[in-house]
């Protein structure tokens, strides 16, 4: 059975820093793209970053660009995010993401399955 | 850019059908993934490739897709339905998901 378990989340003030773990077990850990996705309180979905299978290759959603680092460690079958000058609109859950993929004409396309449970993290004063 | 837009709410009695849209320009030609998100729990994927359906998802819940429209459809519609839902689309150019506006899934 696939689980992916976070860790990490809490409650921090604006400016601080917190790092997300995702201790990934039942499947091939360093052969699949992973992401964070978040969700504020009240909204929708949010994609923040994903790592390759090797940790090669890291993407960022602009607006999280030189504040989030996402890294991995395939040796220890976790993900994780780095967030450092945190504001209040970063309060959300963050979902750590397990992608599948399959060819969509001459593409690739990802989707999430499964998702973790969340981790709650609260910028506050 | 992608953009997906969702109902922001969809009302539907017991044993009727819900649709639940997501709209985009030429989404059509792309592959479309739905997720349902119980209060209070992390999404679940219940339809992935615009039509297929993980194990352990119920035949009644299906998914179409065409032109500028992808629809999420619940036939027999039961109080266990209500949750949010939201389409998802992959952006191979920029490597990132994305995601629709969510629809609240109210059974009355």
């Known amino acids: 059975e696939v689980q992916l378990l976070e860790s990490g989340g809490g409650f921090v003030q604006p400016g601080g820093s917190l790092r997300l773990s995702c201790a990934a077990s039942?499947?091939?850990?360093?052969?699949?793209?992973m992401s964070w996705v978040r969700q504020a309180p009240g909204k929708g979905l949010e994609w923040v970053s994903s790592i390759t299978g090797s940790g090669y290759n890291t993407y960022y959603a602009d607006s999280m660009k030189g504040q989030f680092t996402i890294s991995r460690d395939n040796s220890k079958n976790t993900v994780y995010l780095q967030m450092n000058s945190l504001r209040a609109e970063d309060t959300a859950v963050y979902y750590c993401?397990?992608?599948?993929?399959?060819?969509?004409?001459?593409?690739?396309?990802?989707?999430?399955?499964?998702w973790g449970q969340g981790a709650l993290v609260t910028v506050s004063s | 850019s992608n953009v997906l837009t969702q109902p922001a709410s969809v009302s539907v009695a017991p044993g009727q059908t819900a649709r639940i849209t997501c709209e985009g320009n030429n989404i059509g030609i792309n592959s479309v993934h739905w997720y349902q998100q119980k209060p209070g729990q992390a999404p679940v994927l219940v339809v992935y490739?615009?039509?297929d359906r993980p194990s352990g998802i119920p035949e009644r819940i299906s998914g179409s897709n065409s032109g500028n429209t992808a629809t999420l459809t619940i036939s027999t519609v039961e109080a266990g339905d209500e949750a949010d839902y939201y389409c998802q689309v992959w952006d191979s150019s920029n490597f990132h998901y994305v995601f629709g506006t969510g629809t609240k899934v109210t059974v009355l």
């Open positions: 490739d615009n039509s």
């Open positions: 039942g499947f091939a850990f360093r052969s699949y793209l």
């Open positions: 993401a397990k992608s599948q993929s399959r060819w969509h004409g001459n593409s690739e396309v990802y989707w999430i399955e499964p």
